[in-house]
Structures are given as C-alpha cells and as structure tokens.
T-cell receptor
C-alpha cells in the first residue's frame, strides 16, 4: 500500500483558502486518492476522492498532477468549524476496502 | 448523521467484565468495519466483514470477538480487556469492500478499561 506524507499541523484564519498537500510517491496505477475529515470524538467523514486532474464538490477541491505522486486538498474560505484533522489516503481500487490512516494534518482555524 | 449508529457512546468496564459494542447501518451497505483509535495514534483497522463474512482480521487479540449477524448489524464482544484497550472504537460501512468505496463512520464508542 502506498505510504502518504502530509504536514502534521497547519494554522489558518477564517475566510482564507487552505491548501493541504499530501505526497504519495509510490502510488500505483489503480490507486485512488481520498481525503477524510475528523472532528474530536467523532468518526472520520469522507470529503473527496479523485484519480487524476481536478475534482470539485460542495466542500472542497482536489488537485492531482499528472504524475499523481502528490495531491492537494483545497478548502475555500475556511471557518472555525473547519478545525479538524484531515487525512489523505491512497486506496486500492480492488482490495478489501482497507483504509490505512496516517497521523493526518491537524488544521486549526483562528478567528 | 451518517446513517451509522453505535451504542453505547461511552462505556466503562473492568478487566473481568464482558460487554458488547453494537453498530447498525441504515444505508443498505454490504460491508462493515471495526476500527480502533487510541489517543494520539492513527486509526487502526481491526476487522472487515463483506456480505456477513469476515474478510480481514488485522491480528486483533482474541479478547475482541466480532459478530456480523446480517449486513446491517455488527457487534464487537469484549472480554478480559486490558487498560491499554481503552480507546475510541469506530464502526464504518460501505457499499461493499472493494473498488475504493467510500466508508461511512459512526460516532464511535469511547471505551475506558479500569
């Protein structure tokens, strides 16, 4: 399974755009890139998933360059409620659904 | 509200007790999972069930015993636990266990073993 590396923590202010980059140098052809969000004492929540180029939904955008060795989660105009841990995962398309969570990035949004 | 419920939300038990955690999903999914999240550690996958059959046991000690009577319910039976088993236990479900399916997590059971 491809290992992911992301910053341990980030700080931002309300209204700013936040970009969290994840590296996954050993990503395989059939792997997808998935991001989850977790608030304290809650289960993780799916944010977005992509394979290549750009994916956008109502919550975030995911940018994946052509070599797919990294990806960037973009959160537009964050608010205090976006303070959470964000996990970048590489998920095999055909395996047993195994998600390997790393330490994630703790995002602190300040007023 | 993710469609995955867990009970109880909090549990305190002694090392000699036997208790069970319950998970129920209302999403029509066929795969269910147990995860453990200890303080300041990443989530660890414990068990995977797909169409009621266990497909993965991530070297979990036998004092944790899962049960999946149908695709909507998942139990984790606990007996003779250790204090280091204190953690947040999370249940998740997905459409099935393959092809990068999104997993939906419940709120978790916060377990304290004394």
């Amino acid at each position: 399974l491809a290992k992911t590396t992301q910053p341990i923590s980030m700080d931002s202010y309300e209204g700013q755009e936040v970009n969290i980059t994840c590296s996954h140098n050993n990503i395989a052809t059939n792997d997808y890139i998935t991001w989850y969000q977790q608030f304290p004492s809650q289960g993780p929540r799916f944010i977005i998933q992509g394979y290549k180029t750009k994916v956008t939904n109502e919550v975030a955008s995911l940018f994946i360059p052509a070599d797919r060795k990294s990806s960037t989660l973009s959160l537009p105009r964050v608010s205090l409620s976006d303070t959470a841990v964000y996990y970048c995962l590489v998920v095999l398309s055909g395996n047993t659904g195994k998600l390997i969570f790393g330490q994630g990035t703790t995002l602190q949004v300040k007023p | 509200e993710t469609g995955v419920t867990q009970t109880p939300r909090h549990l305190v038990m002694g090392m000699t007790n036997k208790k069970s955690l319950k998970c129920e999903q209302h999403l029509g999914h066929n795969a269910m999972y147990w995860y453990k999240q200890s303080a300041k550690k990443p989530l660890e996958l414990m068990f995977v069930y797909n169409f009621k059959e266990q497909t993965e046991n991530n070297s979990v000690p036998s004092r944790f015993s899962p049960e999946c009577p149908n695709s909507s319910h998942l139990f984790l039976h606990l007996h003779t636990l250790q204090p280091e088993d204190s953690a947040l236990y999370l249940c998740a479900s997905s459409q099935d266990s393959g092809r990068a399916k999104t997993q939906y997590f419940g709120p978790g059971t916060r377990l304290l073993v004394l």
